[in-house]
């Protein structure tokens, strides 16, 4: 098995920098998005019912597990990108 060189090691460290930062951005989006559609929404309305209660969660962390995944090929994009611009060798 091959050692990498340090090169490769600083260029695999900034990749994996990139996808946080690309992924942190994206959290704070869908989150912000997700609190702004219940808020539009009146979401809270439904809670008055204990049906309504129970379904609360799953209906807002569907709303943003929808919004989270679609930025998943933007940030493959972004990320794919930065690492095709580096020299590897």
Known sequence: MTQLSSLEIS?????????????TIAMVLSVSMTLHGLWRDRAWA????????VLFLPK?????QKLYLLSTPVTLGIVGYFAASMAWS
């Open 11 to 23: 260029n695999w460290i900034a990749i994996y920098l990139a996808a946080g930062l690309c992924c």
């Open 46 to 53: 439904d809670v008055a019912t204990v049906r309504g209660a």
């Open 60 to 64: 807002a962390w569907w709303r943003w």
